[in-house]
C-alpha cells in the first residue's frame, strides 16, 4: 500500500490549471502547425499562424491563451493500492480556488439561476474513477463554453445505423458554424446511456491529438467524419479553408438493444489539456496520525 | 515589443479606422474588410447586457452613453501588476442576441464579437445603420497587445462581466455584417 496526503494534490491541481490555461500542449501546437502547412486558404492561414503566434505569447508571458479559462474538468483516478488521506475531491476544488486566484485566470463559474459568480471558479467539476495501481491520475481539462454550449446529445433509434450516427455529429459541427472556435478537436460518445455518452464525450478529449481509437472501424470512422467535416464544413474561425477540424475523437460502450445514444462534445482550437500522475509514499499499515 | 517580429502579415495590411466612427465611415465598410480599430469602445457580456436592458426597462439612465459607440463582447482575464489588462479576446456574439436591439434603438453603432447573428439582430442593425464585426477568437494574449488602457466603468461587481472602457490602438477586426445586409461567414460559405 501507498499513502498519499491531500495538501500534494492541492499543489498539483493548482500547477495543473494556471499551466493549463497559458501553456498549450505539444499536440495542440503541433496540430496547427500541421494544419497551417496544409491550409490551403491565405486567409485561414493568416488565421492559423496568429493563433500560433498567441500561443507563444501566452507562454512567454504567462497569460492565458483564452479568456475564457473555462469551468474546471477534472477526472481522478486513485489507485486501488492508494490511501487518500482526506477528502480527494476537497484537495481538488482547492487546487483550482488557489490557481485560478494566483494565475490570474478569470473566474467564470456561477450559479445558474441567480447567475451569481461564485468568485473562486469552483466547484470545479470532478469525476472520482478508481484503477488497478498505487499511484493517483489526473486529467484536467478547463473547458471553455463558447465550444461547450455548441455540444449536443441525441438519443437515435437503432434504425439510424452508422449513416444516422455519423449525420448527427456533422450536423451538430455544421449548425456550430464560426461559434466554437474552429478548427475544432470534436468528442463524440456512442452508446452506454443519457449520461455515459456524454461522459465518453468529454473523456474522448484526452485522447492525444492525431491518436485513433484502437478499434479498427471505429477509427475509420474518425477518419472518414473528419474529411467530411474539413470538406462541408466553414473552415478556421468559419472564414474559409480546410480546417475545420483538427480530430474526430470517439469513444464506444455497450448500449440496450432499443438504444443509440450519441453525443457531441464540441472543443475548441484552444484545447488545453494536462494530465498528471501522482506517486504516493510506502504505507506501513499503521495510520501516523494516530501515532 | 518583440511580437512583432513574427507578427503576420495578415496583421500589416489592416484599414486603418478611428473609433468612435467619423460621419461616413461605416458606410465604406463591407463585409470581408480588414481593419485596424484605434480609439475607444465599451465592453459587455451576459450579465452586462442584462443589467443594461433591465435599466432601460426601469426607464433609468445607462452608465454609459452608448449612442455612435462600439460594443466589444469580452470578460477578460485579471491583469497581472503592471499589466494593462489580461487575456481579452471575443466571446461568442449571438448570446447578446436577445439585448442587441434595445442597444441598437440607442445609437449603438457597432458590435465586435465572434460567430454568427440572429435575424432580428441583422435586421435591426439594417434598420439603425450599425455594423458588426468579429475579431480574432481565441487569440486573448495577442489581443491584449492591441488594449493600451482599460478601466471599469460600471458594474464592477460582475468581475469579468464588468462594463470597462478599453483605448484600443490597431484592434484588428473584420466586418461580418455589413450596411448592405452582406455577411462574411455566409459569403465565405458560399465560396467553398
Redesign the interface.
Given at each position: 500500500m501507498k499513502i498519499i496526503e491531500t495538501p500534494q494534490i492541492t499543489e498539483t491541481v493548482r500547477e495543473m490549471a494556471i499551466e493549463a490555461a497559458c501553456d498549450l500542449e505539444p499536440d495542440i501546437l503541433e496540430g496547427l502547425v500541421q494544419a497551417r502547412d496544409r491550409e490551403t486558404s491565405p486567409?485561414a492561414r493568416?488565421?492559423l499562424?496568429?493563433?500560433l503566434?498567441?500561443?507563444?505569447?501566452?507562454s512567454r508571458?504567462q497569460?492565458?491563451?483564452?479568456?475564457?479559462?473555462g469551468v474546471s474538468v477534472a477526472f481522478v483516478s486513485i489507485g486501488r493500492e492508494l490511501i487518500v488521506d482526506g477528502d480527494p475531491e476537497a484537495a481538488v476544488q482547492e487546487g483550482i480556488r488557489q490557481g485560478y486566484e494566483e494565475g490570474?485566470?478569470?473566474?467564470?463559474v456561477c450559479d445558474p439561476l441567480t447567475?451569481k459568480?461564485t468568485?473562486t471558479n469552483t466547484p470545479a467539476v470532478v469525476h472520482l474513477e478508481s484503477h488497478s495501481g498505487d499511484d493517483l491520475r489526473i486529467l484536467y481539462l478547463p473547458k471553455g463554453c463558447?465550444s461547450e454550449?455548441m455540444s449536443r446529445l441525441r438519443m437515435l433509434p437503432p434504425s439510424a445505423g452508422i449513416e444516422g450516427v455519423v449525420d448527427f455529429i456533422c450536423e451538430t459541427v455544421f449548425a456550430a458554424?464560426?461559434?466554437?472556435?474552429p478548427p475544432l478537436v470534436v468528442g463524440v460518445g456512442i452508446g452506454g446511456t443519457f449520461e455515459k455518452a456524454a461522459l465518453l464525450a468529454k473523456r474522448s478529449l484526452f485522447r492525444p491529438l492525431g491518436e485513433h481509437h484502437h478499434r479498427r472501424d471505429v477509427a475509420e470512422l474518425e477518419s472518414a467524419i473528419l474529411t467530411r467535416l474539413n470538406r462541408?464544413g466553414?473552415?478556421v474561425?468559419?472564414?474559409?479553408g480546410s480546417n475545420t477540424a483538427l480530430a474526430v475523437n470517439i469513444e464506444v460502450f455497450p448500449s440496450h438493444i432499443a438504444s443509440l445514444p450519441v453525443a457531441v462534445n464540441i472543443q475548441?482550437?484552444?484545447h488545453r489539456h494536462k494530465e498528471r500522475t501522482l506517486a504516493g509514499r510506502d504505507w506501513s499499515g499503521q495510520s501516523e496520525s494516530q501515532g | 515589443m518583440s511580437?512583432l517580429k513574427?507578427?503576420?502579415?495578415?496583421?500589416e495590411n489592416l484599414r486603418e479606422i478611428t473609433i468612435p466612427f467619423a460621419e461616413g465611415v461605416i458606410e465604406t465598410l463591407s463585409a470581408g474588410d480588414m481593419v485596424g480599430l484605434s480609439g475607444s469602445l465599451y465592453t459587455g457580456r451576459?450579465?452586462t447586457h442584462?443589467r443594461l436592458c433591465a435599466l432601460l426597462e426601469e426607464g433609468r439612465e445607462l452608465p454609459v452613453d452608448l449612442a455612435g459607440q462600439l460594443l466589444y463582447y469580452?470578460?477578460?482575464?485579471?491583469?497581472?501588476p503592471g499589466?494593462v489588462i489580461?487575456?481579452?479576446?471575443p466571446?461568442?456574439s449571438?448570446r447578446m442576441d436577445p439585448y442587441t436591439p434595445q442597444l441598437l434603438e440607442l445609437g449603438l453603432k457597432a458590435t465586435l464579437g465572434?460567430?454568427?447573428r440572429s435575424r432580428p439582430v441583422r435586421e435591426a442593425m439594417l434598420k439603425h445603420g450599425a455594423i458588426y464585426l468579429?475579431t480574432?477568437?481565441?487569440?486573448?494574449?495577442?489581443?491584449?497587445?492591441s488594449i493600451t488602457r482599460a478601466e471599469v466603468v460600471a458594474f464592477e461587481d460582475?468581475?469579468?462581466?464588468a462594463l470597462f472602457r478599453f483605448e484600443v490602438e490597431r484592434f484588428p477586426a473584420?466586418v461580418i455584417n455589413d450596411l448592405a445586409g452582406r455577411d462574411?461567414?455566409e459569403i465565405?460559405?458560399a465560396?467553398?
Open positions: 486567409l493568416d488565421l499562424d496568429l493563433l503566434v498567441n500561443a507563444d505569447i501566452a508571458e497569460m492565458p491563451v483564452c479568456q475564457d479559462t490570474y485566470l478569470r473566474k467564470s447567475r459568480n468568485g463558447g454550449n458554424g464560426p461559434n466554437p472556435c462541408e466553414q473552415g474561425e468559419g472564414m474559409g475548441c482550437h484552444a | 511580437f513574427v507578427m503576420p502579415a495578415a496583421l451576459d450579465q442584462r469580452v470578460g477578460p482575464t485579471p491583469a497581472r499589466q489580461g487575456s481579452a479576446g466571446t461568442t449571438y465572434k460567430g454568427k468579429a480574432i477568437a481565441g487569440a486573448g494574449a495577442l489581443l491584449s497587445k460582475g468581475g469579468p462581466e473584420v462574411f461567414y465565405c460559405a465560396a467553398r
